[in-house]
Every structure is written in structure tokens, then in C-alpha cells.
Nanobody, 123 residues
Framework: QVQLVESGGGLVQAGGSLRLSCAAS????????MGWFRQAPGLEREFVAG????????FYGDSVNGRFTISRDNAKNTVYLQMNKLKPEDTAVYYC????????????????WGKGTLVTVSS
């Protein structure tokens, strides 16, 4: 059983930056592909970014490509999401995800979730 704990959310002005972290425990972190999803009120959970277990491959959702960067440190059992040039439409709860499958499945197929961290971008 893998436990995921997100941190780093908060309030930021449009154009600013935030870095989210997700600390994993309870499993062999390096065996899992990791991802970030987000969910805004009234909307479905949306894929943001995914990273292969070794970090060799990364994929991004269209709406964040070029602004967000996912990375991982297997020695620290942590995955990060660097978010730059934030927009009000990036406002959402951001969830960390872990799964043994690659590419990462859609949100309803993900094995493990964190509880989320809120990111609010003001205009």
C-alpha cells in the first residue's frame, strides 16, 4: 500500500510560480510511475503530467505543456510539479497519483491517490 502526501499548494497571483511536492511511503517508489492530476469545482479530474518510474519519459496535458515541469527524486521518494506562468484557470485541487502501468491510465484507473493540495491563482 502506497501513501502519498502532497504539499506546496497555496494562493499565488497570475503569472507567478509554485512548486508542489508529493512524498511517497509504504511501497517501492521507484517501481511506480507517477503523475499529477487536478480537479476544479464542477469538473472532472484532469491529467496534468506524468513521469516514468526512471524519469526517462514525461508527458503533459495540453493546457500546461510548456509551463509545468514534472520531476522525481527516487532517493527521496518524492515527485515534484514546478508550475510557472500560472493562470486563474489553473485553480484546482492538485492530486498526486501512483500507478504501475505506463502510460498512466485515466483518473478512474489510477491505483493510488494523495488527498490533494489546493492551488488558487488570482487574477
Amino acid at each position: 500500500q502506497v501513501q502519498l502526501v502532497e504539499s506546496g499548494g497555496g494562493l499565488v497571483q497570475a503569472g507567478g510560480s509554485l512548486r508542489l511536492s508529493c512524498a511517497a511511503s509504504g511501497g517501492t517508489f521507484s517501481r511506480y510511475h507517477m503523475g499529477w492530476f487536478r480537479q476544479a469545482p464542477g469538473l472532472e479530474r484532469e491529467f496534468v503530467a506524468g513521469i516514468y518510474y526512471s524519469g526517462y519519459e514525461r508527458f503533459y496535458g495540453d493546457s500546461v505543456n510548456g509551463r509545468f515541469t514534472i520531476s522525481r527524486d527516487n532517493a527521496k521518494n518524492t515527485v515534484y510539479l514546478q508550475m510557472n506562468k500560472l493562470k486563474p484557470e489553473d485553480t484546482a485541487v492538485y492530486y498526486c497519483a501512483a500507478d504501475p502501468k505506463w502510460p498512466l491510465p485515466s483518473y478512474y484507473g489510477i491505483h493510488y491517490w494523495g488527498k490533494g493540495t489546493l492551488v488558487t491563482v488570482s487574477s
